[in-house]
């Protein structure tokens, strides 16, 4: 995935010692439509390697989960990768069925790799939108509503913001099943 406000280099810049993200490695989200767009660039670059992606949100409504592309990436990078894994973290799955039916399809078939968590009411309101692929990169919004962000490449930063992760999903609870069993 091409970082953001990455220079285009020319014959001039090859023999530049670092690569552009390492000389850029963060940058901004200019709203809804531009995180949207880096999420789907994440999780394709996703594919090509094993990766442990954390997504949190109050309620994921404004995510593309289920469009058919971003279900088939999922798709291709758990097949490719048996120790790819998924977690989501929100205040409330309740507009998952309504926002994100091919999501919950797929997810069926991969409860076993794929986890839901549901903040606790005291958390709940600290949630903000986030993509997060450790160690790699991280897509985090500073304005849930206007969409507006930053991300991030710095190995200190993902740290920061995966350990603002594991707090909140440490004190969830399991939420949204992929099957009901019933008698």
């Not at 992606?53 to 289920?66: A, E, K």
């Not at 798709?75 to 048996?82: I, K």
């Not at 985090?140 to 594991?166: C, E, I, M, Y």
């Amino acid at each position: 995935m091409d970082t953001p406000d990455e220079p285009r280099h020319t014959a001039d810049d090859a023999d530049a010692p670092e690569s552009a993200a390492a000389a850029h490695p963060s940058g901004r989200i200019d709203g809804w439509r531009d995180f949207q767009d880096r999420l789907r660039a994440a999780l394709a670059m996703g594919t090509t390697e094993p990766a442990d992606w954390r997504l949190c949100d109050p309620d994921f409504v404004s995510w593309p989960l289920g469009e058919r592309a971003i279900v088939e990436v999922l798709q291709q990078g758990v097949l490719a990768h048996p120790r790819t894994r998924l977690t989501l973290l929100a205040a409330r799955f309740d507009e998952f069925p309504r926002k994100h039916p091919r999501w919950l399809a797929w997810r069926q078939d991969w409860t076993h790799r794929v986890r839901c968590l549901q903040a606790n009411e005291e958390d709940a309101p600290q949630l903000r939108p986030m993509l997060l692929w450790p160690g790699r990169l991280g897509l985090r919004l500073l304005d849930g509503v206007s969409g507006r962000g930053v991300w991030s490449t710095d190995p200190a930063t993902l740290h920061v913001w995966q350990a603002d992760f594991d707090v909140i999903s440490q004190r969830s609870a399991e939420a949204m099943p992929g099957t009901i069993l019933g008698l």
